[in-house]
């Protein structure tokens, strides 16, 4: 949905690391760290050594992350990747009127060295946390996606509504596809804090400083099946009603439609104005909210669908196909 980074710019990314003795490329150099490949042309004379120094952390390791794009690109060795994070460098003591830091990359072979070089990365760069994320959705009352930081340190991250309310979550699942930096998140919003919202804003804090990561857009309308009706449908079983409730977060006075339809035919309808106290405790609003929709009427071998209606904009909330 929104992806960004807010890493700054290092040397030009696809730098060549060539000389006599080996081949690769410099891919990242940020305050997320130093990466690409490298190759030894003569391997006989040993393995490879990276070495990452600054004037306050010294790395070292060998080149063994995987990189099938490389032997894709007509090279014979699969485990040729280096990262290195540079995170090691924050919070120790970097003024912002201090020198820029000098990053050195050197490559040694069998205690020869193969390559050198040595680069600029501004101190305010350091002080500053930068974030690599990814909002995926913000449907229904949830948020969810990831966020990476160039900080080890805690983060958390905050929903800011128009009213200035805040609602801060820590990111804290880890997930298969995500790299070990990346923290994803599938956080319920309150809707109290949702209602009458058009517009939400997610920071990142660390440290004490808020960053802005994304302008969200949470849904104008919410609706929902009871979860015993839902665990009903999912285990095969139909029940002879279709109980729930759906609100316009923007107007709350106003009643959305719903729908139940035999194929294309429509067989019954309501607007949703039965009583939720649990709701009415929840959002202050008056309450009436809920529906309850006669699934009985339909045969049970008939398609049927459950959608609820908001002027043009219009949520299917179950179906025969679906159960």
Request: aromatic share 8%; glycine share 10%; hydrophobic share 40%.
């Amino acid at each position: 949905m929104l992806s960004g980074q807010s890493a700054l710019k290092g040397p030009p990314v696809g730098q060549g690391i060539k000389s006599q003795l080996v081949t690769g490329n410099l891919e990242s150099f940020s305050a997320f760290g130093v990466g690409g490949w490298v190759i030894a042309k003569n391997p006989s004379m040993g393995p490879l050594a990276v070495h990452v120094v600054t004037p306050r952390s010294f790395d070292i390791g060998t080149p063994t992350l995987p990189r099938p794009d490389v032997v894709m690109g007509g090279y014979d060795t699969l485990h040729c990747g280096f990262s290195f994070p540079l995170t090691n460098w924050l919070g120790l003591g970097i003024q912002p009127d201090d020198t820029d830091e000098t990053v050195t990359l050197l490559v040694m072979q069998g205690g020869t060295p193969c390559y050198r070089a040595n680069f600029k990365m501004s101190p305010g760069s350091l002080l500053v946390p930068q974030f690599r994320f990814n909002v995926e959705a913000c449907a229904r009352t949830h948020v969810t996606g990831w966020v990476a930081s160039s900080d080890p340190t805690p983060l958390v991250l905050l929903a800011v509504n128009e009213r200035g309310e805040e609602h801060r979550f820590a990111p804290g699942m880890e997930r298969a596809d995500l790299d070990a930096d990346a923290r994803a998140f599938w956080e319920p919003l309150p809707l109290r804090f949702l209602l009458r919202q058009s517009r939400l804003q997610l920071f990142a804090e660390q440290r004490g400083r808020r960053s802005l990561l994304a302008e969200l857009s949470p849904p104008k309308v919410v609706t929902f099946l009871e979860q015993p009706i839902e665990e009903q449908l999912r285990a095969g079983l139909r029940p002879d009603f279709l109980k729930g409730w759906a609100v316009n977060l923007l107007a709350p006075g106003r009643r959305p439609k719903v729908v139940l339809s035999a194929g294309a035919e429509e067989i019954w309808s309501a607007y949703t104005t039965l009583y939720r106290r649990d709701i009415a405790a929840q959002t202050g609003m008056d309450g009436f909210c809920a529906f309850s929709a006669p699934l009985g009427m339909i045969p049970a071998d008939t398609p049927w669908t459950l959608s609820v209606r908001d002027g043009e904009e219009v949520h299917t909330l179950a179906s025969s196909e679906e159960a």
